[in-house]
């Protein structure tokens, strides 16, 4: 794992370019503490700082060719680099050295972009080609690894693994987009393309950039979902498909450990991490270790199915307490590793302390599970509301206009998002757009000052995905559209996202089996009734691992996993809130409605629902972030 960043630009010089890379490594080096490097040729500069994982004597970066034309940095992993091996030897690579950046090299070196779909593993990387002058960089096709990129005001263009990097580097400016902002609070993040600050985005998973020698940038994509129907792909049998889903598994868990040093994984008690952790340990010549975070509040805590599964399989496992008031101490280093606001991912931040701390360098996380089997209830619910519309429509309009508006008044925030629903959505695809709304679109609004909510009002309340995603979609049944939104939204523009960033902030590589471009395209064709039913959460899952996975966790109600952020936040965060909501810290805010923003802070500590903390945590952490120095 690593940290990339460059900058292309024949108006600059070549120390400029290399003093304002390593400023951007320099920013980032909690990714890669390991080692560093600088490259500079022509009008561009690379550089890069490593976490040493796989061959961690000889994998330096940047890496050039043997004839100097190619040289690459590079972020995350590729787990099929010794398959691909032999075939790039018989191609006549020469190979140095056992480590999957050369490997990613000579493929690029003998294939280009087309090496893109062979490789396995999660990844963003850049490459420049010094004969032809041009800079080549990918993401890959889930989003597990991040790139961001900026024009420059003479032309060129910066990238960087992080937007806390491409600032770090002098060359951009640190301007909020109140357009972003907009999408931040329908969202609980801003969706690629664009990014919390103007003129700098981030590349959408399963694209390529390319420079070509005038400067010009061009993105594509090189990866989209598969054909929702592939015959001939398709189990004959239940029982077959779990059969083959067990294979698969094992495959994608036996792929995710390739490593040099020691590998552990994150263990909530959970079906998710519970069957990786089995899986782990089924393989395993050593003791695994494993690690969980535990709470004092009562109902939070899964202590005791954590503690069952590593008992089962016989890990090494390492608790950590987690209270509101190491929370509350630790909150400055954790705002200072966002680099984009976000109201999720502290259990991550901490999770990856826990795991380091413990001894490993690598954890395997059961992030993903969720989307690939139906484990939210919009698999449920979204359906059943389908069904619903063409009726709701029937009805006149001033009567569907009493009932949102009715559903409006209600405090519930079930209600207010049914309300939502019920003004803007017209098919699957635009109720799958809206269901991880934060905030109901007029409580949005509200906040937003007059040209911010006029922007926010041009982009609608839908997914700015939407279309795009609907005719990729096309012939999809409901349940691969729901685990498509799914995993293209929340997964990947908040889970993924925030993992990477605050396991990065520990210097730990984190690895997620069940977000496996490999493991996706065999389930996706399979039949929707294998892979889910709504009696039984992950019913799949539980059955392809009922050999391992004990029985108190496979046949459990499933639990998500939250902190007791609601009891935290009238305790030991209030203090932090009471600041990050006064009326100094909301004047760095000036596209928010001070008033707006006030009243929803103090309506969460005088009706004391629980389950509006996130929505207040989430605007909390906007004004925290925009208020960082």
């Known amino acids: 794992m690593c940290g990339i960043a460059g900058i292309f630009s024949a108006k600059r010089a070549a120390p400029e370019r290399e003093a304002a890379v390593a400023r951007m490594v320099e920013r980032e080096v909690h990714r890669g503490p390991d080692d560093r490097g600088l490259h500079s040729a022509g009008p561009m500069t690379i550089g890069m700082c490593r976490l040493a994982i796989i061959d961690p004597a000889n994998g330096h970066q940047p890496m050039s060719s043997p004839d100097g034309r190619f040289t690459i940095v590079f972020n995350g992993a590729i787990y099929n680099y010794r398959e691909l091996q032999p075939a790039l030897a018989a191609g006549g690579w020469q190979f140095r050295t056992n480590c999957d950046t050369e490997v990613l090299l000579a493929a690029y070196a003998q294939r280009g972009p087309a090496c893109l779909a062979q490789l396995r593993g999660m990844f963003a990387f850049a490459v420049w080609d010094d004969r032809e002058q041009t800079l080549f960089a990918a993401r890959d096709p889930l989003g597990i690894k991040p790139l961001y990129y900026a024009r420059l005001p003479d032309g060129g263009v910066a990238f960087a693994s992080e937007l806390n990097a ?12 109140p357009a972003s902002v907009g999408e931040y609070l329908a969202w609980f993040s801003v969706p690629a393309p664009r990014t919390i600050y103007r003129g700098i985005a981030n590349l959408p998973p399963g694209h390529s950039l390319s420079v070509d020698a005038a400067g010009r940038v061009r993105t594509q994509a090189w990866w989209q979902l598969p054909a929702a129907v592939q015959p001939g792909r398709a189990a004959a049998n239940y029982q077959d498909f779990i059969h083959g889903l067990r294979h698969q598994l094992e495959d994608t868990i036996r792929a995710h450990r390739v490593a040099d040093v020691p590998v552990g994984a994150f263990l909530s008690g959970g079906m998710d991490s519970t069957a990786i952790v089995g899986l782990m340990a089924r393989g395993s010549r050593h003791k695994l270790k494993t690690f969980s975070l535990v709470f004092g509040e009562a109902g939070f805590s899964e202590q005791a199915s954590s503690r069952l599964a590593a008992q089962a399989f016989d890990t090494e496992h390492h608790e950590e307490l987690l209270t509101g008031a190491r929370v509350a101490a630790d909150l400055p280093r954790i705002l200072a590793s966002f680099d984009q606001p976000t109201g999720d991912g502290i259990n991550t931040y901490y999770a990856s302390q826990t795991a380091r701390r413990g001894g490993v360098t690598v954890a395997l ?78 409580t949005r609004l509200a906040l937003l000052t007059p040209d911010a909510r006029a922007e926010a009002g041009r982009l609608g309340p839908n997914h700015p995905m939407l279309e795009n995603f609907a005719f990729q979609l096309a012939g999809a049944d409901p349940f691969q559209i729901i685990s498509a939104w799914e995993s293209r939204t929340y997964m990947t523009d908040v889970l993924l996202r925030d993992s990477d960033v605050f396991s990065m902030a520990h210097s730990l590589e984190l690895r997620v089996p069940f977000v496996d471009r490999v493991l996706l395209e065999w389930l996706w064709p399979q039949p929707a009734w294998f892979k889910y039913d709504p009696r039984q959460t992950k019913r799949a899952l539980a059955d392809a691992t009922a050999d391992i996975v004990p029985a108190a966790i496979r046949n459990r109600p499933k639990r998500g996993f939250t902190l007791p952020f609601a009891r935290w936040m009238l305790a030991d965060l209030k203090p932090f809130l009471d600041e990050t909501f006064s009326r100094g810290s909301l004047a760095a805010c000036p596209w928010l409605e001070a008033h707006a923003v006030e009243q929803v802070w103090h309506d969460y500590k005088t009706s004391h629902d629980p389950r509006a903390w996130s929505r207040v945590w989430t605007l909390a952490m906007l004004v925290a972030f925009a208020n960082r120095r």
């Open 166 to 177: 491409l600032l770090a580097g002098g060359q951009v400016a640190r301007e909020i987009d």
């Open 365 to 442: 996380s059961g992030l993903g599970g969720d989307e690939l089997f139906g484990g939210y209830p919009s698999f449920r619910d979204l359906p059943r509301l389908h069904r619903l519309l063409p009726w709701w429509r029937l009805l006149p309009g001033r009567i569907r206009g009493m009932v949102v508006n009715q559903l409006r008044a209600r405090p519930s925030a079930r209600a207010r998002k049914l309300a939502d629903f019920l003004t803007h959505a017209r098919d699957l695809h635009e109720l799958a757009s809206l269901q991880r709304r934060v905030l109901p679109e007029n």
